[in-house]
């Protein structure tokens, strides 16, 4: 199974900042690669997919890089409404399966 | 408006069974994957179970064998029969459309399974 590891667990920023955060696969994902936006009670939203390519009505400050085990989620300027928990996921072909990061959350300061 | 819409959630003792249903709209439900993710209250995200347009199915380990995943096209429907359950299994559960390259990109608002005796 292929585990991904999310870092850091937490970040701190204030509105206007530039986030970063990181998702290391332990094996190549090739570009199977999404990443998602939850606050809290709510369900999950998509963000990125495919590494890069963010879903439908996502903004531009979000934007997603890598390929292989190592890949990236940067948000240029934060604002108010991107304070919430980030995961990334991928998908193995083989075996068939799904998993997600332990999530990072994105705290104001 | 694309939505999906869980039900069927509540307590059961541990062993016993429960049903989750999905019930999907303003999208052809037949022609996507579809998918349970669940999240245990303060924890992360895992995925549960998927079934492909043609009715193959996938589980991870941690289900394989107790649940079973099913859709009904007719009925733009999607289930999740979960048996022996463990209160390793109380989570909200979500139903997922399968989206672009492995993605989930429709989620629906989750429904609380708890076991408990």
């Known amino acids: 199974e292929i585990v991904l590891t999310q870092s850091p667990a937490t970040l701190s920023l204030s509105p206007g900042e530039r986030a970063t955060l990181s998702c290391r696969a332990s094996?190549?994902?090739?570009?199977?690669l999404a990443w998602y936006q939850q606050k809290p009670g709510q369900a999950p939203r998509l963000l990125i997919y495919?590494?890069?390519n963010r879903a439908t009505g996502i903004p531009a400050r979000f934007s997603g890089s890598g390929s292989g085990t190592d890949f990236t989620l940067t948000i240029s300027s934060l604002e108010p409404e991107d304070f919430a928990v980030y995961y990334c996921?991928?998908?193995?072909?083989?075996?068939?399966?799904?998993?997600f990061g332990q999530g990072t959350k994105l705290e104001i300061k | 408006e694309v939505q999906l819409v869980e039900s069927g959630g509540g307590l059961v003792q541990p062993g016993g069974s429960l049903r989750l249903s999905c019930a999907a709209s303003?999208?052809?439900?037949?022609?996507?994957?579809m998918h349970w993710v669940r999240q245990a209250t303060g924890k992360g995200l895992e995925w549960v179970s998927a079934?492909?347009?043609?009715?193959?199915?996938y589980y991870p380990g941690s289900v394989k064998g107790r649940f079973t995943i099913s859709r009904e096209n007719a009925k733009n429907s999607l289930y999740l029969q979960m048996n022996s359950l463990r209160a390793g299994d109380t989570a909200v559960y979500y139903c997922?459309?399968?989206?672009?390259?492995?993605?989930?990109?429709?989620w629906g608002q989750g429904t609380m399974v708890t076991v408990s005796s």
């Open positions: 997922a459309r399968g989206g672009p390259l492995g993605a989930f990109d429709i």
């Open positions: 303003g999208f052809t439900f037949s022609s996507y994957d």
């Open positions: 079934i492909g347009t043609a009715g193959d199915t």
């Open positions: 094996q190549s994902v090739s570009s199977y």
């Open positions: 495919d590494a890069s």
């Open positions: 996921q991928q998908r193995s072909n083989w075996p068939p399966g799904y998993t």
